[in-house]
């Protein structure tokens, strides 16, 4: 057991994995397998696998260390980091480029291909991202509601019934519509 951890980390429980697993890499792992009960069992459908943090693998960029490690820890067969590296201190993008080829023949995952510059973009995509933005600034009244969550305290409750929502709906036709005059009469005796 890990020390400070109340459970194993994806990556022990990779390292751990049985014999007949051995010819999965770490992300064809999770991609098709669930660890359920201290066993790996296959799923029926393809999983989603997400990588957190996610560093640009733009070549020789402030992150393409940490990229080229996260690829080479995500699609190389191993059982623990010292495999991977041999106890030394070669460089993750060395590592990398040895095992292009295993990283990728694995499915794709959500960092993505390695590329040597940033695409620019052009002015017309950057006013197309601010239109877009602008949009999505605007929020319903219930998504603000919804935010909230159902636990909260509502301050003051002045803006229920004055918003446009509650003013355009016709709640008295709707009562009528749905219950006879001799119901609505006995509202008053509901509990």
């Known amino acids: 057991m890990e020390r400070g951890r109340t459970t194993r980390s994806p990556l022990r429980k990779y ?11 770490l992300y064809r792992l999770y991609l098709t397998h669930k660890y359920t009960n201290g066993k790996w069992v296959k799923c029926k459908k393809e999983n989603i696998v997400r990588i957190l943090p996610r560093p640009s693998g733009l070549r020789n960029g402030d992150q393409w260390a940490e990229f080229c490690r996260v690829k080479v820890i995500l699609h190389v067969l191993h059982r623990s980091i010292e495999q991977l590296n041999g106890n030394s201190d070669i460089p993750w993008s060395t590592i990398y480029e040895r095992h292009i080829d295993i990283i990728n023949s694995d499915p794709i995952d959500l960092l993505g291909q390695a590329f040597d510059e940033e695409a620019e973009i052009s002015e017309e995509e950057s006013y197309d991202e601010i239109e877009e933005k602008e ?57």
């Open 15 to 25: 390292w751990d994995r049985d014999d007949q697993l051995e010819d999965f890499s």
């Open 135 to 191: 949009h999505e600034e605007y929020r319903y009244d219930w998504m603000h509601l919804a935010e909230m969550g159902p636990n909260v305290h509502i301050q003051r409750d002045a803006d229920l019934g004055s918003r446009d929502m509650d003013r355009k709906y016709n709640w008295t036709n709707d009562a009528q519509q749905q219950y006879s005059e001799e119901d609505i009469a006995n509202a008053s005796e509901f509990v």
